[in-house]
């Protein structure tokens, strides 16, 4: 695939549009993670783009092809939606069997893949939530597709399974697209290459995540010796000393300062993670 | 294996007591259809009255053969209320599938159910009418009306539940039961025509049955204009 191109796309249910006149264009293989609130129209766009939702306005294109009327296009599109979306009476391996079946693909591979073999004669509905998200992440990797559209693919999974998820994720994005929502503002930004910021179901924000600027940086600090006096203006809170400043350069100056003044440095975090002021109000 | 064959296995493997319940259907209806046959002459012609049991009872079991048939294909109706909840009609409609293609899947899922259960009861039917002696004529008629009054009934309900399922805004597909009953229409008068009137029996139940049949195709047809892909999602 070379080029994903979403002009003026306006998608709702009933005649009632969620999201409005959207327009992306999307060229390199990658993580672009979308992220917006509640009620935002994340899964409408998703659906939309998906081939699930007509749009009720605007075109989406596939190298040109349209994605909607075109079933081949479609074919080359892997979409995952919050729900299982499995055949719960059935066993994994004949769950994965009956997609594998219409869609094509290699079981064996996608078992392996998601380290779920050894559930495989297990009935979906003995699984736990997180086993079966795993079975169901399984079935978009039954065969080689060029876009996955991942709509909370780490939702209900253990911080364990959550990372195998995403190193599989990472991998992936060398050479597809993939478009990737998440409550999980941490997640976001560990692996996202792109943001993409959707707010009452229009665009909001559309760049490199590098390119991200936000209005403040809280950073915690912990050490041996008492440091307020070293520091700008902060607070002490938790255990740490607390330092809002507003811009990166601002944060590394003051760590150099502390550490050659022989502060005795213990811990130093991020307390606010960047991303969290695009969930508060406008 | 395509995805009405699929949809036909997941089904049988979903409930075994609605095929046991239209395989002991399909029983009753054979014991209705010759029953006549071991009840002493003089008791089915009963100076006075106007009911011909001997003629009639054929008749009206195919409403038993038939119910049978609605009763057996029942899971599969059963089973689109549950892949619409669990997003297995979502996933379906991102790999290509149009609202047509799911519900022409479930149709002919519950459709080919309908004709297995069918050609048993009748097989079944024919095999111990012809034992009992039973006009073959009548048999063939009993045959070609348990087809027709059957697979009518199965359609207009397996399309008409899948409406009521799609169009009602809660979850739980509790609508589901009037698709059901809808399909007792062609069903019913089967039951009765024939006690009613005799002279048209044949013909009343033929004529429904065609309707119906005509009238499911048709909005199967159109499901994909009349119904919304988004009624398709949990």
């Known amino acids: ?282 | 294996m395509s995805f009405w064959q699929a949809t036909m296995k997941r089904s049988v493997k979903l409930s075994r007591t609605y095929f046991i319940m239209g395989v002991l259907m399909s029983v009753f209806g054979t014991a209705t259809s010759n029953m006549y046959s071991i009840i002493p002459a003089d008791l089915l012609n009963i100076e006075g009255t106007s009911i011909d049991l001997m003629n009639n009872m054929p008749l009206a079991s195919v409403s038993f053969l038939s119910l049978s048939a609605l009763m057996f294909s029942m899971p599969v109706m059963m089973l689109f209320v549950f892949d619409k909840n669990t997003g297995v009609l979502e996933y379906l409609l991102s790999t290509g599938f149009s609202q047509f293609d799911v519900y022409a899947g479930y149709v002919k899922a519950s459709s080919s159910l309908a004709i297995i259960l069918l050609t048993f009861s009748n097989v079944l039917n024919t095999a111990i009418g012809i034992y009992m002696g039973t006009d073959l004529g009548l048999l063939a008629t009993i045959v070609v009306l348990t087809f027709a009054v059957g697979l009518s009934g199965v359609l207009l309900g397996t399309v008409s539940m899948m409406a009521f399922s799609s169009f009602q805004k809660t979850q739980l597909g509790a609508n589901q039961p009037l698709g059901i009953a809808i399909g007792m229409v062609p069903v019913l008068p089967a039951l009765f025509a024939a006690f009613i009137f005799p002279s048209y029996a044949l013909v009343i139940i033929i004529s429904i049955a065609v309707v119906t049949l005509l009238i499911s195709l048709g909005l199967l047809l159109l499901s994909g204009r009349l119904i919304p892909r988004e009624k398709l999602l949990p």
């Open chain 1, 1 to 282: 695939m070379q080029k994903l191109e979403i002009s003026e796309i306006s998608a709702g249910y009933g005649g009632k549009e969620v999201i409005h006149k959207i327009d992306l264009k999307i060229a390199e293989p990658a993580i672009y993670i979308v992220l917006g609130p509640n009620g935002a129209g994340k899964t409408t766009l998703f659906r939309t783009i998906g081939g699930i939702l007509k749009p009720f306005s605007g075109r989406i294109t596939l190298d040109n092809t349209d994605l909607f009327n075109s079933k081949e296009a479609r074919k080359r599109i892997a979409y995952l939606s919050h729900l299982s979306a499995l055949p719960e009476e059935m066993t994994v391996f004949n769950a994965l069997k009956y997609y594998a079946d219409m869609e094509g693909g290699d079981v064996e591979h996608s078992l392996e893949l998601l380290s779920v073999s050894d559930l495989k004669d297990r009935k979906l509905s003995s699984l736990s939530q997180g086993q079966k998200k795993r079975v169901s992440i399984g079935k978009i990797f039954l065969s080689e597709r060029e876009l996955y559209i991942l709509d909370e693919p780490t939702s209900n999974v253990d911080p364990k399974i959550s990372k195998e998820i995403r190193d599989i994720i990472i991998k992936l994005s060398k050479d597809k697209f993939v478009l990737y929502s998440s409550h999980n503002l941490y997640e976001a930004r560990e692996i996202g290459t792109y943001l993409i910021l959707i707010k009452n179901g229009e665009l909001k924000f559309f760049d490199k995540m590098e390119n991200v600027k936000i209005k403040q940086y809280r950073v915690g600090i912990k050490a041996l010796n008492d440091i307020s006096n070293l520091l700008p203006e902060s607070e002490f809170d938790n255990g740490y000393y607390v330092v809002t400043v507003d811009n990166p350069t601002a944060v590394a100056k003051i760590i150099n300062d502390l550490v050659h003044s022989g502060a005795g440095l213990t811990e130093v975090r991020e307390l606010d993670n960047p991303l969290q002021e695009f969930f508060e109000g406008e």
